[in-house]
Structure formats: C-alpha cells, structure tokens
C-alpha cells in the first residue's frame, strides 16, 4: 500500500531527476491517489481498514498544514502592509538610529551613542568629509543603554564648522582590562521618503536607507515643531487681542447708559434717600473694574 512518506519520496526523486522546483505533493494528488488506491484494490486482498485509517489521518494532517502555511501567508502580507504604512508616516519627522554619517545644519546637534556592557572612557570623534577628526566629545554616561548629547558645532579649536555630513565614531574601554565591551553610534536624521520597491519598505533619510526595524526612535521634525509653535502663538494671541485691547467701546458704554434710562421711562421706581448716590458708587466700580481689563483708556 501506497504510504505518505513513499510518495513524498518518489515525488522528491522525479523532481530532482527532471530538475523541477516544486517536488512537493498536493493535497488534489494525494487524495487522487487514495482514491484510485482503493478502487483498484485486490478483492482477494483487500485495503487493511487499519492502514487505511492511517493513511486519513495523514491527508488530515497534510491538510492542516496547508490551511497554516495559508494563514502564515496571510499574517506575512497583513505585517508587510503594516510596515509600509508605518513607514510612510514618518516622513517629515525625525529618526534615531544606528548609522555612522549624520547631518550637521550648522546648529547644535543631537548624537548618541549605544553601549552594551560597562565601560570606562567612552569617546566620540567627529570626522569630516575627508576622515579627519574635527571634534572629540567625552562622554559622561557609561552605563548600558543608549545616551545622547549635544554636539554644539565647534571643531578642537572653538572655531564653528560648516553645515556638512559628519561622521562619527565611538570607542570606548571595558570595566576591566581584559574585558571588551560593543558600543554603536547613533544619529537622528529626517526621513524625507519611503522605497517600496522591495519586500520591505525602507525609509530613506538624508544620510541613506534604513529597514523601519532598524528605527530607535522617532520625533517631530524641526519643521513641524515650528509650524505647531506658531500656531499655538496666534492662537493665544487671538483671545488677548480681542479681550485686552485696552480700549473700553464708547458706544457699548452709551448703549448701557441708555439702558438705564429706558429703565426709568417704563417706571422704575426712583431710587430714594441714599440709593442715588450708592448706586452711582457701584457703577463706578463697575467701569473702573472694566477698564482695568484693558490698558486703562476709554475711546469716546
């Protein structure tokens, strides 16, 4: 009787005889074969029910692994998708990651570094276009983890450099004297695109590409930070200059004055006694309160 593992093994030798890529046995062909199998049988020598149970329990669980390389399929394509647009809302926005070049505007720049173990006597070089080092930096932390400074722009001398890409290097010192110890650099450079074009979307910056798994860390980008601080600027400016203006409308107070005597003409009671000149006090207060809101002048 024909066995699930004799069949996948004449399928592999006829395929790598006729030099065929797919040398694997369908779920069709195998359930084909069963049924021929057992309408071909010997009547004299019939299909053992046992081996026969056997070999539906194995198409059962050929099946199974088809539905599960389906469903792999499926998850594969569902997180390529996600990772592409993962990777486009990035654009405009700054990135943290591993990278030996970074861009340098001519303004105080953020670089890090990472380290795996402890160290003593960590040092970052900047380089040039050319390789030579411009600027050396010390840094502080030396614990595990990744740490970050600020590169203020100025070469060994104190003299500023020219907006360029940098590169920069890390070294650092074990512990102890036989000990070794990996440090990486890292930079934030802008994303200004995506490349699609590949299995996996890669995130193209001004200093090159990077895999969007390769990302330590995303910001705002300078643009877009500026763009939110001016906003919030004129919209706090907007209340300030409607409400606090320093000019007290000539015409609202007329109107409220007008108000008062209409009140008098429908027959208001007249006030009596002390009341005129308590309620005079009170309106008094009342604009001077008003008028405090603003600069403390009346437009008439």
Not at 184 to 196: I, S, Y
């Amino acid at each position: 009787m024909i066995t699930v593992s004799a069949l996948n093994n004449t399928a592999a030798g006829t395929a790598a005889t006729a030099a065929k890529t797919d040398n694997t046995l369908g779920q069709d062909q195998f359930l084909t074969l069963l049924v021929a199998q057992l309408q071909n049988q010997d009547p004299l020598n019939p299909t053992d029910a046992t081996e026969f149970t056997a070999q539906l329990a194995q198409y059962s669980q050929l099946e199974q692994l088809f539905n599960l390389n389906d469903a792999m399929d499926g998850l594969t394509a569902a997180q390529t998708s996600s990772q592409k647009v993962s990777a486009l809302s990035q654009i405009g926005k700054e990135v943290v990651v591993e990278d030996t070049h970074f861009p340098f505007a001519g303004a105080p720049t953020r670089i890090g570094y990472r380290v795996d173990g402890p160290a003593t006597d960590i040092s970052l070089q900047i380089r040039n276009s050319a390789g030579a080092t411009v600027a050396t930096l010390n840094a502080g932390d030396t614990t595990p983890g990744e740490h970050f400074l600020t590169w203020n722009g100025l070469d060994q001398n104190g003299a500023p450099l020219p907006a360029d890409t940098y590169q920069l290097a890390v070294t650092a010192k074990g512990a102890s004297a036989d000990a070794t110890v990996t440090v990486a650099p890292l930079v934030r450079t802008t994303v200004t695109g995506v490349d699609l074009s590949g299995s996996e979307p890669l995130v193209v910056t001004r200093t090159g590409e990077f895999l969007v798994s390769a990302i330590r860390g995303v910001y705002e980008g300078e643009a877009t930070t500026a763009a939110a601080t001016a906003t919030a600027a004129e919209e706090t400016a907007g209340p300030i200059a409607a409400t606090g203006s320093g000019t007290a409308d000539g015409d609202a107070l007329a109107e409220t004055a007008g108000g008062s005597a209409d009140l008098v003409d429908e027959g208001v009671p007249a006030p009596t006694g002390d009341e005129p000149a308590e309620a005079a006090t009170t309106l008094a207060g009342d604009l001077a309160g008003a008028i405090d809101t603003g600069t403390g002048t009346t437009a008439n």
